[in-house]
T-cell receptor
Framework: AQKVTQAQTEISVVEKEDVTLDCVYE???????LFWYKQPPSGELVFLIR??????QNEISGRYSWNFQKSTSSFNFTITASQVVDSAVYFC???????????????FGRGTQLTVWP | DADVTQTPRNRITKTGKRIMLECSQT?????MYWYRQDPGLGLRLIYY???????NKGEISDGYSVSRQAQAKFSLSLESAIPNQTALYFC?????????????FGPGTRLTVL
């Protein structure tokens, strides 16, 4: 079973629209971290945010915001007033901390391809 | 200069050939990882290493081997390449508290096996 599910394979929006990328995770650990990475067309992977399992505060960084809800095991990512430069594949990832054998591993979702049209 | 480098960046090879992908890092991190990315499948872990003496298989290690020559170097080998190993390969590093710190990725190696 997948530990991280990104149900949206592709999303297309027009510039200035808001868009939310969904991420649902599965773990039995009580301590874990969640991440979002961006992969622009150039191919590199860019770290966006880390959130630990004890901090459910939402976070905002410019046009980006993240909504972490343990009750629904979700860590959703919203881009406000999207721009063409936001076009990329976005990955959600989970790191489990309780289990020594998997310590430090990242489990990635399959990614969501976001296309923002001008 | 990039903190995590991968060589080569692109490689085309034939079925049955032995291929080595190299990764070097200047971040001083202990933990290093190899992933492959296939369209629609995300990134899948091939091998990971927590230090020079520690090598662990990931979820798709069959057909691959690795060598951690030094703290800064982690190589991935395909002993006998096959077409379904055509993919984008990423090396990553991580330091500090395991699980907490984000992983830093190299630029990727695009491998095509004909």
């Amino acid at each position: 079973a997948q530990k991280v599910t990104q149900a949206q394979t592709e999303i297309s929006v027009v510039e200035k629209e808001d868009v939310t990328l969904d991420c649902v995770y599965e773990t039995r650990d009580t301590t874990y971290y969640l991440f979002w990475y961006k992969q622009p067309p150039s191919g590199e992977l860019v770290f966006l945010i880390r959130r630990n399992s004890f901090d459910e505060q939402n976070e905002i960084s410019g046009r980006y915001s993240w909504n972490f809800q343990k009750s629904t095991s979700s860590f959703n990512f919203t881009i406000t007033a999207s721009q063409v430069v936001d076009s990329a594949v976005y990955f959600c990832a989970l790191s489990e901390v309780d289990r020594g054998s998997t310590l430090g591993r990242l489990y990635f979702g399959r990614g969501t391809q976001l296309t923002v049209w001008p | 200069d990039a903190d995590v480098t991968q060589t080569p960046r692109n490689r085309i090879t034939k079925t049955g050939k032995r291929i080595m992908l190299e990764c070097s890092q200047t971040k001083g991190h202990d933990r290093m990882y190899w992933y492959r990315q296939d369209p629609g499948l995300g990134l899948r872990l091939i091998y990971y290493s927590f230090d020079v003496k520690d090598i662990n298989k990931g979820e798709i290690s069959d057909g691959y081997s690795v060598s951690r020559q030094a703290q800064a170097k982690f190589s991935l080998s395909l002993e006998s390449a096959i077409p379904n190993q055509t993919a984008l390969y990423f090396c990553a590093t991580s330091g500090g508290e395991a699980g907490y710190n984000e992983q830093f990725f190299g630029p990727g190696t695009r491998l095509t096996v004909l």
